[in-house]
Each structure stands twice: as structure tokens, then as C-alpha cells.
């Protein structure tokens, strides 16, 4: 869809749909385009989101630590401070470093996503895009867990069929256990940490070394082949995100 045509049916579409009733969720708009600043803003309050719009990067980061919306959209294509430098400075800032970030920009290519989501961001969207589908991607982000989903009291993370006990290094698939490698529990508790995520395999290969200097086998890709023979039925609990990497289901 090409969202600047959808502008052009705005005022019309305000007289005739009715707003939701509001949510205590805040959402950050940081985009210097005008017409999709007005698209935007009048499609998440129409969910009932409520909205604050900067028009710059400077003014963007400014109002991420002075109001700690729930949510940012940021474009990277901005005046003056470029997006992911933003990005780069929410994610060093621990007033603003828990807050998700959906990326929305016309750099579409697949080094763009790449270091998007390199940089924290928690999703990636290019232009032209649906306004529908950019809110869906928004209320999955928001559905996500900040932090670490909690451990109940024995010390257990539970995420769809896995259960992983960090203080016993044990992962169990429907409470059966799950004999993994070192590398294999390491990915597989680093996907689980927040589901639904995109890690890149960059990312993931950290998560494989552990900061040490020797590994056997650096590739990703053989890792999760392992896990996901390993899971059997359940395989497709960890999803390809193709050209970019790995994520779990949520």
C-alpha cells in the first residue's frame, strides 16, 4: 500500500470512524515527513495509542528521555541526527534502553535490517508500507517482555515447549529432557530471552563464544540445524527470518 495515498482519504475517514477508547500506552513518532507524521498519529490514536511526533532526531531523543513512552517509531533518514545514531543512544541510555524501538524507513536492503536490528532495534519496517500491518507489528513488540521472561520460584523460564533452568544448565522440550551442547544451550536460552525477537546471527554468535576465544564450530547456521532436530516435532519453534537470522515463536 502506498501510505501517502492513503493520506488523501484522512479527513474523510475521521468524520466517519469512531476512536477507540484510549490505552495508558505511549507511542514516540520519530519521522521528519509531515504527511506520514499526520498518517501515523491518526491511525495509532484511532487504536487508541496515545502519540507525541518529533520531527527530528535531536528533538526525538530529547522526548524519549523526558516522557519514557511504551514505544518509539523511528525513521532513519532524519535531519541531523541520523536514526541510528538515535537508536544507538536509546540503547546506551539506561532511562531508555528496555524501551522497544520499531524501525521505519525506506532503506529497505538487507545490510539496512541487518544493522538496524544490530543497533537494538526490535523490528524493521520499509516504506512504502501498510499502516495495518505496521500496527500489528506494533502490538506484537508491545506484547513482548522487556526484560528476561521471569523464572517462576524453582528457578525455571518457560517459553511454548522449552523450559531451560539456568541455575542447573538444563533445558527440558515438555518437561522431558533435552541433552544439548554447551553452544546449542547458549542459543537456545539467548532466543528464548525474548521471544518473538529477531537476533541476527552476528548476535547469536556472540551468544556462542561466551567472550571466550576458542570454538569448535562458529556457524549459526549448524548450531540451529542441531536444535531443531533435537526438538523433533517441535522444530519449528525457532523460525528463520531469512537474511537476517533467528527468532523463536512467541
Do not use: W
Not at 498518517?39 to 516522557?67: C, H, I, M, P, T
Amino acid at each position: 500500500m502506498n501510505s501517502i495515498a492513503t493520506i488523501n482519504n484522512l479527513d474523510s475517514r475521521r468524520k466517519t470512524e469512531p476512536l477507540m477508547q484510549l490505552t495508558e500506552e505511549k507511542i514516540l513518532l520519530i519521522e521528519d515527513d509531515a504527511d506520514i507524521s499526520e498518517l501515523l498519529q491518526y491511525n495509532f490514536e484511532r487504536e487508541g495509542y496515545k502519540v507525541v511526533v518529533a520531527g527530528d532526531g535531536e528533538l526525538g531523543l530529547s522526548q524519549a528521555l523526558q516522557l519514557g513512552p511504551d514505544l518509539i517509531v523511528l525513521d532513519l533518514m532524519l535531519p541531523g541526527l541520523d536514526g541510528l545514531s538515535v537508536c544507538r543512544k536509546l540503547r546506551a541510555h539506561p532511562q531508555t534502553q528496555e524501551i522497544p524501538i520499531v524501525i521505519l524507513t525506506a532503506k529497505g536492503e538487507e545490510s539496512d535490517v541487518v544493522i538496524g536490528l544490530e543497533m537494538g532495534a526490535d523490528d524493521y519496517v520499509t516504506k512504502p508500507f501498510s499502516p495495518k500491518e505496521l500496527l500489528a507489528r506494533i502490538r506484537a513488540v508491545l506484547r513482548r517482555p522487556r526484560q528476561s521472561p521471569a523464572a517462576s520460584s524453582n528457578g525455571r523460564r518457560t517459553v511454548g515447549p522449552v523450559t531451560i533452568d539456568q541455575e542447573r544448565h538444563e533445558v527440558f522440550l515438555f518437561q522431558e529432557p533435552l541433552a544439548l551442547t554447551l553452544a546449542e544451550y547458549r542459543l537456545l536460552t539467548a532466543l528464548t530471552s525474548r521471544p518473538g525477537r529477531v537476533f541476527t546471527r552476528e548476535q547469536l554468535l556472540e551468544k556462542i563464544t561466551g567472550g571466550e576465544a576458542y570454538v569448535i564450530d562458529r556457524n549459526v547456521d549448524v548450531h540451529i540445524r542441531a536444535i531443531r532436530k533435537k526438538l523433533g516435532d517441535e522444530a519449528e519453534f525457532i523460525v528463520t527470518v531469512r537474511g537476517v537470522g533467528y527468532k523463536c515463536r512467541e
